[in-house]
């Protein structure tokens, strides 16, 4: 209630003289939260940033909107900011996410939009920028999985020899991702970070604010391999080899053969899956959050089916048999 009555107080001075309907917008895993803030002249609402800072910083936030802005990507435009305070007041880009408007229909198109803005973001990549995302960091976020996911949520004790061959797959999958080009990652674009637009460009683009300097295909995976939408792969392939051929033709660094790329990206996948798992497990055990659990199902399908397509990672598949015995179809291979 303080944060609250503290934000409202600052609300107040960016808009003196206005009377404001503060509401609660969003919340995301972190402690940020969101306020839709409406004025009474009929304006347009705004959105309000709470970012407690002794568990949140928004400079990165503040930074990145400003790179991928700059990069013609449609975020939210920042009207006013108090980084100590933790406070940033920003345009409204609504409350329909890609995963509420997405249909049979508007799929192809949306996707296209969303793989435009993509490029954008990527054709602007250059080192130095953005934190590297490193082996220690891709690899932490694996450990989340025999941590969380495994020993928590499964209540299941690996053996050494399980445990061996755990990290060994580690070691293997992180070889993988690490000799991949590496651009701009905003690490979580897939369809509840993107806002789709009726009368504006799509898509409105949020939630940037861990973006980092890495592999080219992460992105591709949040995106195409979703944990809160499900598609058929031959659709999602699709999408993939247009994406593949544009970033080709606009000069990105992509695999010059499409079985190649199609590797790397089903590889980074198994990076990512191992990372959610272990981060959704963690949200309910840890902070309460049950509504991840639902999404737990169709993560671990598309672990699983990456696995069992590629040779190097059936020993990872057989252990994920003996963690959570639930087999499925291989799908597409190449």
Not at 214 to 234: C, H, M, N, Q, T
């Amino acid at each position: 209630m303080q944060r609250l009555a503290e934000l409202e107080q600052w609300l107040c001075v960016q808009k003196p003289g206005r009377n404001l309907t503060i509401e609660p917008a969003s919340a995301d895993a972190s402690f940020r939260r969101y306020f839709r803030v409406r004025p009474d002249d009929g304006g347009p609402s705004l959105i309000a940033m709470d970012a407690p800072p002794a568990q949140e910083d928004c400079r990165p936030w503040l930074r990145i909107a400003a790179l991928f802005q700059t990069a013609g990507v449609h975020v939210p435009e920042v009207i006013a900011a108090d980084p100590e305070r933790g406070f940033v007041l920003m345009s409204d880009l609504g409350d329909t996410t890609y995963l509420a408007a997405l249909d049979a229909d508007n799929a192809s198109g949306l996707y296209a939009d969303a793989l435009g803005s993509l490029i954008a973001i990527q054709r602007t990549s250059r080192p130095g920028v953005l934190p590297e995302y490193s082996r220690e960091l891709l690899l932490r976020e694996m450990m989340l999985f025999p941590e969380w996911y495994v020993a928590r949520h499964r209540g299941v004790t690996l053996s050494d020899a399980q445990r061996t061959t755990l990290l060994t797959a580690f070691d293997r999958i992180l070889d993988v991702n690490l000799a991949e080009p590496q651009v701009f990652v905003h690490r979580d674009y897939h369809s509840r970070n993107l806002m789709h637009l009726p009368d504006a460009v799509n898509p409105g683009v949020i939630d940037f604010q861990d973006a980092v300097y890495g592999p080219i295909s992460y992105d591709l995976v949040s995106l195409f391999k979703d944990a809160y939408i499900r598609w058929d792969e031959a659709f999602t392939l699709d999408l993939l080899v247009r994406y593949w051929e544009a970033a080709r033709a606009l000069g990105l660094p992509v695999r010059a053969d499409f079985a190649d790329f199609h590797r790397d990206y089903d590889w980074m996948g198994v990076q990512r899956h191992l990372k959610v798992l272990g981060i959704f497990a963690r949200l309910y055990h840890r902070d309460g959050k049950a509504g991840y659990l639902d999404d737990l199902p169709l993560v671990m399908e598309h672990l699983r089916r990456t696995c069992q397509r590629y040779r190097e990672l059936t020993p990872l598949a057989r252990l994920l048999d003996a963690i959570d015995p639930q087999p499925i179809e291989v799908g597409y291979t190449f």
